[in-house]
């Protein structure tokens, strides 16, 4: 059973940049999409970015394509997410997510991701 562990988060001016990690557990990290969402206060959890399982396909949500990179390293079992000029706008508790079902097709609702980390805080200010 594949585990996913965030890290990165923390608090950030605006136009600043934060890199988040999530590492996983497991041999077979290697085959999975993964995907980044991110849920504010009041909210409901929202599809940040997704990468398929050979990193060569990515898809981002259009609030922060031009400002977000997703990659990953199957040889270290970590996805990243780098996130740059940050707006208030990002604040969220940022997820790192699995779909096991998929090796290729990227999917943007979080009920197609069966496994998720506990989030890390990612907190911007104006």
């Known amino acids: 059973q594949v585990q996913l562990v965030e890290s990165g988060g923390g608090l950030v001016q605006a136009g600043g940049s934060l890199r988040l990690s999530c590492a996983a557990s497991?041999?077979?990290?290697?085959?999975?999409?993964m995907g980044w969402f991110r849920q504010a206060p009041g909210k409901e959890r929202e599809f940040v970015a997704a990468?398929?399982?050979?990193?060569?396909?990515?898809y981002y949500a259009d609030s922060v394509k031009g400002r977000f990179t997703i990659s990953r390293d199957n040889a270290e079992n970590t996805v990243y997410l780098q996130m740059n000029s940050l707006e208030p706008g990002d604040t969220a508790v940022y997820y790192c997510?699995?779909?096991?079902?998929?090796?290729?097709?990227?999917?943007?609702?979080?009920?197609?991701?069966?496994?998720w980390g506990q989030g890390t805080q990612v907190t911007v200010s104006s």
């Open positions: 497991g041999r077979t990290f290697g085959v999975y999409v």
């Open positions: 997510a699995a779909d096991q079902n998929s090796r290729v097709l990227i999917r943007t609702g979080p009920y197609e991701y069966d496994l």
């Open positions: 990468i398929n399982s050979s990193g060569r396909r990515t």
